[in-house]
């Protein structure tokens, strides 16, 4: 069982940036998958990206591919996603899920554990 807790999220403007932080308790995050989703309102959750335990192989949609960078501390069992050049588009709540595997997955019904979501809103 897994917890995960999200933190960082807020108002920017667009071209800013905000870093958002993951912290999972009740199990070690070096034997998950690790992913971050975000949904806007009235659209599904999409996937943003993710990182393979214990590995350094990433994934980012295409969207965010260059602005956006996933890591993770597996000492402070805490994954995080750097968004830079943030958009107005970019607006929406993340989330952050663990899955078990070390494979990347960008479908959400593969991740077993969420986290209850931050909301990032970027204005114009």
């Known amino acids: 069982q897994v917890e995960l807790v999200e933190s960082g999220g807020g108002l920017v403007q667009a071209g800013g940036s905000l870093r958002l932080s993951c912290a999972a308790s009740?199990?070690?995050?070096?034997?998950?998958?690790l992913g971050w989703f975000r949904q806007a309102p009235g659209k599904e959750r999409e996937f943003v990206a993710a990182t393979i335990r214990n590995h350094s192989t990433t994934s980012y949609a295409e969207s965010v591919k260059g602005r956006f960078t996933i890591s993770r501390d597996n000492a402070k069992n805490t994954v995080y996603l750097q968004m830079n050049i943030l958009k107005p588009e970019d607006t929406a709540v993340y989330y952050c899920a663990a899955g078990r595997g070390a494979i990347i997955n960008t479908a959400p019904n593969w991740y077993a554990y969420w986290g209850q979501g931050t909301q990032v809103t970027v204005s114009s």
């Open positions: 009740g199990s070690t995050i070096s034997t998950y998958t």
